[in-house]
């Protein structure tokens, strides 16, 4: 059984930047598909970035393109969310998700096993 724990959430001003890390233990991601995912108080969770096993493909959400890049070394059980540019709207909990399927899937269903989340705020 995987575990995931994200980490690099926090507090930041409008335009600042922030990498979130969700490490894996109990077993390898390197089969895995992995996404981000966050919710907002009153809104259902959507996903923000998502990248396959092999890392040649990703997708993100239109609200992020160009600003968030998400990326994973296998060899250290990780995967990445670097956030720039970021705005107030992108307040909310970020959750780490992985799944056993070979394509990103961008509905929540696919993907068996989440982190706890971490608390992205950002202030204007």
């Known amino acids: 059984q995987v575990q995931l724990v994200e980490s690099g959430g926090g507090l930041v001003q409008a335009g600042n930047s922030l990498r979130l890390s969700c490490a894996a233990s109990?077993?390898?991601?390197?089969?895995?598909?992995m996404a981000w995912f966050r919710q907002a108080p009153g809104k259902e969770r959507e996903i923000v970035a998502g990248?396959?096993?092999?890392?040649?493909?990703?997708y993100y959400a239109d609200s992020v393109k160009g600003r968030f890049t998400i990326s994973r070394v296998n060899a250290k059980n990780t995967v990445y969310l670097q956030m720039n540019s970021l705005k107030p709207e992108d307040t909310a909990v970020y959750y780490c998700?992985?799944?056993?399927?070979?394509?990103?899937?961008?509905?929540?269903?696919?993907?068996?096993?989440w982190g706890q989340g971490t608390q992205v705020t950002v202030s204007s």
């Open positions: 990248i396959t096993w092999s890392g040649t493909s990703t």
């Open positions: 109990g077993r390898t991601l390197i089969t895995y598909t």
């Open positions: 998700a992985g799944g056993g399927v070979l394509r990103v899937d961008t509905e929540h269903g696919p993907y068996g096993t």
